[in-house]
């Protein structure tokens, strides 16, 4: 017998790839004497890199912002006016940059992180049942975002990977997918995509984005764009181009682009604030906006948060110094890690462009494969690397890879000696000797 309703023994399953991360965070919070024994978890995708900076400024703002009483009282739960406003500004300015259809406040609702937002927004455009495409490899928490409660079925697309790394996706395969599911009388309701992407950090190009917004709109099916790490790009990378700017820089857009495209963002990344619990959605699809605002009770963002935020957004000196700052320092920590690991033979490494990740396939060693992995190998070097050695690294089983032995981990979440430490550590299970035979 339970206590719980078929629903909430539902909720108990979770996906394989959470136990041992929560196993991670566990560890983590335990007392060591001796440093070694410290767990250092690479998993998590936090950015620490200018946290000195942020604190700073947020430290003065809050300084001279009194507690208001307005504050006090029920608020605009879809999203502040201020904060709304100061979003839409920075979409306008530096990450959609369309001069045809600017942003509007209108069109955007705030809420407490990205994943709240996605889950809310699945809620109203699928049932349970329904099909969401999801090119792969892809952001790991989508299984939980679209899956946990909302009970969808995630159809991952496979990308072509290229020899220089970069990503492409072959529509025909896309069609075959998305075919074999409307066949079989499940209903495709959208495809959520991230540029630039995690877990590579590589950008797609204009081209690819296009082609899938393209299919999208000629199905009716909702494209969804996270653009989380949209202003984490490297300072040599090529520019970034946001979906929107693509769907929307035009005098004609395509019909269903308003319906159909949407824009997540939110503050956890490229400004390091995790924390701080702010996401984001563009959409001009007005069903769409009357639902969130309907819903954003249950997931908004506390209003003395928002003010704050929207301060350092409208502070156009310190962003623009932030972020250059950001953007070095993810390249300068990038480099140097990657050098590290092509030291000890790890050649196969995806070139990211952008974000904080790096992510390697751990079979090749100075090129050549060295070794056939199963999955059930892959999961024993995961948990070996977090019981043996104390670090957690990310498997590509997590990310819905299909070539087995990639690993992604994050270089921004500790300090670059820290990561260089944890690397270390798991170098000799990584790269075990091997035995030659005479």
């Given at each position: 017998?339970?206590?719980?309703?078929?629903?909430g023994?539902a909720f108990?399953?979770?996906?394989?790839?959470?136990?041992?991360?929560m196993?991670?965070?566990k560890?983590?919070?335990?007392?060591?004497?001796?440093?070694?024994?410290?767990?250092?978890?690479?998993?998590?995708?936090?950015?620490?890199?200018?946290?000195?900076?942020m604190?700073?400024?947020?430290?003065?703002?809050?300084?001279?912002?009194?507690?208001?009483?307005?504050?006090?009282?029920?608020?605009?739960?879809?999203?502040?006016?201020?904060?709304?406003?100061?979003?839409?500004t920075?979409?306008?300015q530096?990450?959609?940059?369309t001069?045809?259809?600017?942003c509007d406040?209108?069109?955007?609702?705030?809420?407490?992180?990205c994943?709240?937002?996605?889950?809310?927004?699945?809620?109203?455009i699928?049932?349970?049942?329904?099909?969401?495409?999801?090119?792969?490899?892809?952001?790991?928490?989508?299984?939980?975002?679209?899956?946990?409660?909302?009970?969808?079925?995630?159809?991952?697309?496979?990308?072509?990977?290229?020899?220089?790394?970069?990503?492409?996706?072959?529509?025909?395969?896309?069609?075959?997918?998305?075919?074999?599911?409307t066949?079989?009388?499940?209903?495709?309701?959208?495809l959520?995509?991230?540029?630039?992407?995690?877990?590579s950090?590589?950008?797609?190009?204009?081209?690819?984005?296009?082609?899938?917004?393209?299919?999208?709109?000629?199905?009716?099916?909702?494209?969804?764009?996270?653009?989380?790490?949209?202003?984490?790009?490297?300072?040599?990378?090529?520019a970034?181009?946001?979906?929107?700017?693509?769907?929307q820089?035009?005098?004609?857009?395509?019909?269903?682009?308003?319906?159909?495209?949407?824009?997540?963002?939110?503050?956890?990344?490229d400004?390091?604030?995790?924390?701080?619990?702010?996401?984001?959605?563009?959409?001009?699809?007005?069903?769409?906006?009357?639902?969130?605002?309907?819903?954003?009770?249950?997931?908004?963002?506390p209003?003395?948060?928002?003010?704050?935020?929207?301060?350092?957004?409208?502070?156009?000196?310190?962003?623009?110094?932030y972020?250059?700052?950001?953007?070095?320092?993810?390249?300068?920590?990038?480099?140097?890690?990657?050098?590290?690991?092509?030291?000890?033979?790890?050649?196969k490494?995806?070139?990211?462009?952008?974000?904080?990740f790096v992510?390697?396939?751990?079979?090749y060693?100075?090129?050549?494969?060295?070794?056939?992995?199963?999955?059930?190998?892959?999961?024993?070097?995961?948990?070996?690397?977090?019981?043996?050695?104390?670090?957690?690294?990310?498997p590509?089983?997590?990310?819905?890879e299909a070539?087995?032995?990639w690993?992604?981990?994050?270089?921004?979440?500790?300090?670059?000696?820290?990561?260089?430490?944890?690397?270390?550590r798991?170098f000799?299970i990584?790269?075990?000797?091997?035995?030659?035979?005479?």
């Open positions: 017998s339970t206590t719980l309703s078929d629903r023994q108990l399953a979770n996906p394989e790839w959470l136990e041992p991360v196993d991670c965070i560890m983590s919070m335990q007392h060591v004497s001796n440093p070694a024994d410290r767990v250092i978890n690479l998993g998590v995708a936090e950015n620490g890199l200018c946290h000195v900076e604190e700073e400024k947020l430290s003065e703002y809050r300084a001279d912002m009194l507690a208001d009483k307005a504050n006090f009282n029920y608020f605009q739960m879809e999203g502040i006016f201020q904060l709304r406003g100061a979003i839409a920075l979409f306008n530096r990450i959609c940059k001069t045809e259809r600017p406040p209108d069109a955007i609702a705030i809420g407490n992180g994943g709240p937002v996605l889950e809310t927004i699945i809620s109203c699928a049932d349970a049942g329904d099909v969401i495409l999801v090119p792969a490899p892809y952001y790991h928490a989508f299984s939980i975002d679209l899956c946990k409660r909302q009970h969808c079925k995630i159809v991952a697309v496979p990308a072509e990977r290229a020899e220089d790394g970069s990503y492409s996706f072959d529509i025909e395969v896309l069609e075959r997918l998305y075919l074999a599911q066949n079989n009388s499940r209903r495709v309701r959208g959520v995509y991230t540029n630039p992407h995690n877990p950090g590589v950008i797609f190009g204009v081209d690819v984005t296009r082609q899938l917004i393209d299919f999208c709109l000629e199905r009716k099916i909702h494209f969804i764009s996270d653009e989380i790490y949209a202003l984490s790009v490297f300072p040599s990378s090529p970034f181009v946001s979906a929107y700017s693509i769907a820089d035009t005098t004609t857009p395509a019909e269903g682009v308003d319906d159909y495209v949407h824009i997540l963002w939110g503050a956890s990344k400004f390091g604030l995790n924390g701080l619990r702010i996401g984001a959605v563009h959409t001009r699809n007005a069903e769409l906006m009357q639902a969130l605002r309907g819903l954003a009770y249950f997931f908004c963002t209003g003395d948060i928002q003010q704050l935020f929207a301060r350092m957004l409208n502070d156009d000196v310190f962003v623009d110094r972020l250059a700052l950001n953007s070095q320092r993810l390249e300068t920590t990038y480099t140097a890690i990657v050098a590290r690991m092509r030291q000890e033979g790890f050649t490494i995806a070139p990211s462009q952008a974000g904080m992510y390697f396939n751990a079979r060693i100075e090129g050549k494969a060295v070794a056939d992995w199963s999955e059930e190998h892959e999961k024993h070097v995961w948990t070996s690397m977090l019981h043996e050695k104390k670090v957690m690294l990310l590509g089983l997590c990310f819905g070539e087995r032995g690993f992604r981990f994050c270089f921004t979440a500790t300090k670059l000696e820290d990561t260089l430490e944890a690397l270390e798991v000799p990584l790269n075990p000797p091997r035995v030659i035979s005479l």
